[in-house]
């Protein structure tokens, strides 16, 4: 290593690149500078800075595969070839780990590597990920062929993915969400797909521009826990349900992640299986049903579905 010592520790004495050394220390091995940039909630540009800092000091190194640009700790660094800095990063690491800070990074670092598993871009060359044809997509819409057709309201539909999965099987398709700028890319995202059957509206899920008992399956995804009352949300959902209609939520189990509150404008940070059981039933629901519908070790994020008929 060229780098002084002293000069080394004033390197290290940056609170942000410790916290990014400590995330590629982890057991996921590498991540490329967009995934350190959702795991940290700093700008790209800003990652890119530290990274540089970090791998000219020899710390980092770069790799490339699969068309990404990808980092890792240099394997001088737990080698020893830094003297006893290993030591006393490892030390460090330990006794930040029980701070709001790192434990933000750990959580958003978990919805990381469970997005990448998902992600066969990333993936493709990774054997233990990669099985040709299989996808996520596929299997829904192949699943959506067995429904009879219904009309449908997506409520709080952000950019839309939702909404064009359901308008493959769906009679016709209601997509709200109160942001324009959002509807605005699900209608540019539906005209890409072809798809000609939603109805793009402007409105809160609190209160609902769709009209009394006009459609069969109301969903919420991901969509309560934004809400500034969500039984308001759920009783606005049952309204436009004909009768025999279903309302179908997704929505987060209760946990402690209050990152989340100002980097992605949570109100709720989740519900438990009991509350949103509550919450479809005094909105008139029978029938109700809750499961989880995804859960992986070590994540703080747990999803539950919840169901009920009018």
């Given amino acids: 290593m060229d780098m002084q010592p002293a000069a080394l520790y004033r390197l290290l004495g940056d609170e942000l690149r410790l916290r990014l050394l400590r995330v590629l220390a982890g057991k996921h091995g590498r991540l490329n500078v967009g995934e350190l940039t959702a795991v940290l909630g700093i700008a790209q540009s800003g990652i890119s800075r530290h990274l540089k800092l970090l791998k000219d000091a020899g710390l980092v190194v770069e790799e490339r595969g699969g068309g990404f640009t990808f980092f890792r700790l240099a394997p001088t660094l737990s080698d020893g070839g830094f003297g006893g800095l290993w030591g006393v990063l490892q030390a460090q690491f330990a006794e930040a780990a029980a701070t709001p800070a790192v434990r933000a990074d750990e959580s958003r670092l978990q919805e990381v590597i469970r997005l990448r598993k998902e992600n066969f871009a990333v993936h493709g060359s990774d054997r ?41 099987w769906a009679r016709r398709v209601v997509a709200v969400d109160r942001s324009a700028a959002v509807l605005k890319r699900g209608r540019a995202l539906a005209d890409r797909r072809g798809v000609k059957n939603i109805t793009w509206k402007r409105g809160d899920i609190e209160k609902l521009p769709i009209d009394r008992a006009s459609v069969d399956v109301a969903l919420l995804s991901q969509a309560l826990h934004h809400a500034a009352d969500p039984s308001r949300a759920v009783a606005e959902a049952v309204r436009i349900l004909r009768p025999g209609g279903r309302v179908l939520v997704l929505d987060l189990r209760e946990h402690d992640q209050e990152w989340v509150r100002d980097r992605v404008g ?23 049903q809750i499961r989880v519908g995804a859960r992986v070790p070590g994540d703080p994020f747990t999803v539950l579905i919840g169901r009920g008929t009018k």
Avoid: K
């Fill in 128 to 168: 233990s990920q990669f099985v040709p044809g299989r996808s996520w997509a596929a299997w829904s819409r192949a699943v959506g062929l067995l429904l009879p057709a219904v009309d449908v309201a997506d409520l709080a539909c952000g950019e839309g993915y939702l909404s064009v999965e359901c308008a493959h």
């Fill in 266 to 288: 949570d109100r709720w940070l989740g519900f438990s299986d009991d509350r949103l059981e509550e919450l479809l039933e005094d909105a008139g629901l029978r029938e109700v």
